[in-house]
Structure formats: C-alpha cells, structure tokens
C-alpha cells in the first residue's frame, strides 16, 4: 500500500497546455505539501495545505493552483504551462503543520515540457 | 533567516570504506528541527532520521549514523562499511518556522 500517491507518474506535453498532477495519502494525515525538484536536484516548497486550508503559499506564478477537496487529496492543476515549468514535482503529507511533523514524500511526477 | 549547506555536491567512495555526509545549518530560532532524507536513483525521498534541536545524542540505526552539534550548528551523517544499494542523493533539512528548508544534496556514489 503507497502511503502518498501521485499521479501520473510522467508528464510530457506542450507548451501552452494545462495539466493537472493528483496526491491522494491514506496515512490519516491533516497536511499535505507540493514540492518544486529543478534539475539541479533542488527541492522548494510550493504550498501547503492544513485540513483543505491553505497555510503556505510561496512565490510561485498564478498559473499554479492546489486544490484540496479534502484533507486527504492534494491536486495541482498548472495553466498555461511554461519550458521553464518543467520539473520533478512532489506530493508530500505529515500528521500536522508542525514543526517536528516528519513529512512522507511520493513518488515524484516528472513534468517535461516541449 | 533559515538555511542548510551540503558543501559536498558529489562525492565518490569503493564499497566497504566509511563516507560521512555534512550539513551545516543557520537558523535564529533556538526551536528546531533537523531531518535526513535520501533519494535513490529511482526517484522517490525516503526520510532516514528526524532530531530536534533539544536533543544533541548521536543516533546510530545499523550502518548509519548521525553526529549533531549545535556549537557547530552541524548534523553531519555517517555511513559505515558502504554499499552500492547507498548510492543517491542525500538531502538534509531544517524546520524552524513554517517551511522545511532543503540542503542542495550531496550526491554519494559506492562503486564495487
């Protein structure tokens, strides 16, 4: 059993399109993440979402948006998608918003924009 | 401000020798949390160890280890007798307001 899963797992798709990437965890926990991996390997913080509220919201444009319908799915739908969008994009969930809260991280889903 | 350094961006060893990781960390906030995490060549982050900032014990789990030190404000990683199955990329990070801050990694590669 996959405590977080993301889906799709591979991304390709054109300039211009919108695509959605889905997180679902099944390990009962209240927040989940969406995390940005560059190709050089480095992994920022894109939102955060505690029982379906937004609590973090970094510098990232518009055409980004989470959505969770409940606490236990995390979804980012991208607009108009960009080269410089493409990226490992990962889903990650902890019991809670705090600190110590170790965060379980999914497989990862590679966006590749052509 | 928070930030992590991984000075080591790759680094390369023969199997069995020993390979110690650094991560040195700033941070006002005398409340924190440190984490290891590991990536293997497959992708995923697979988290290895949580300490916080009250608890200086070195903590040792079969063939690894970590060494914590806040006069140094390091939390460096050890990992002894490596294997191939070692091999990925290292990522430590720090937690002391709302966001986890990541290390830029260290890239381990244990040849046979």
């Known amino acids: 059993d996959t405590a977080v899963s993301q889906t799709p797992k591979y991304l390709v798709t054109q300039m211009g399109n919108d695509k959605s990437i889905k997180c679902e965890q099944n390990?009962?926990?209240?927040?989940m993440y969406w995390y940005k991996q560059d190709s050089k390997k480095f992994l920022k913080i894109m939102f955060s979402?505690?029982?379906?509220?937004?609590?973090i919201n970094e510098t990232v444009p518009n055409r980004f948006s989470p959505k969770s319908p409940d606490k236990a799915h995390l979804n980012l739908h991208i607009n108009s998608l960009e080269l410089g969008d493409s990226a490992v994009y990962f889903c990650?969930?902890?019991?809670?918003?705090?600190?110590?809260?170790?965060?379980?991280f999914g497989a990862g889903t590679r966006l590749s924009v052509l | 401000a928070q930030k992590v350094t991984q000075a080591q961006t790759e680094i390369s060893v023969v199997e069995k020798e020993d390979v110690t990781l650094d991560c040195v960390y700033e941070?006002?906030?005398?409340?924190?949390?440190l984490f290891w995490y590991k990536q293997p060549p497959s992708g995923e982050l697979v988290f290895l160890i949580r300490?916080?900032?009250?608890?200086?014990q070195n903590e040792i789990s079969g063939r690894y280890s970590w060494n914590f030190q806040k006069s140094t404000s390091s939390f460096n990683f050890t990992i002894t007798a490596s294997q191939v199955v070692d091999s990925a990329v290292y990522f430590c990070?720090?937690?002391?307001?709302?966001?986890?801050?990541f290390g830029q990694g260290t890239e381990l590669s244990v040849k046979p």
């Open positions: 979402y505690n029982n379906k509220e937004l609590i």
């Open positions: 990070a720090l937690r002391s307001t709302g966001k986890l801050i």
């Open positions: 390990l009962g926990h209240d927040t």
């Open positions: 990650a969930s902890s019991q809670d918003s705090s600190r110590g809260s170790i965060q379980y």
């Open positions: 941070t006002r906030d005398t409340t924190y949390y």
């Open positions: 300490r916080n900032s009250f608890d200086e």
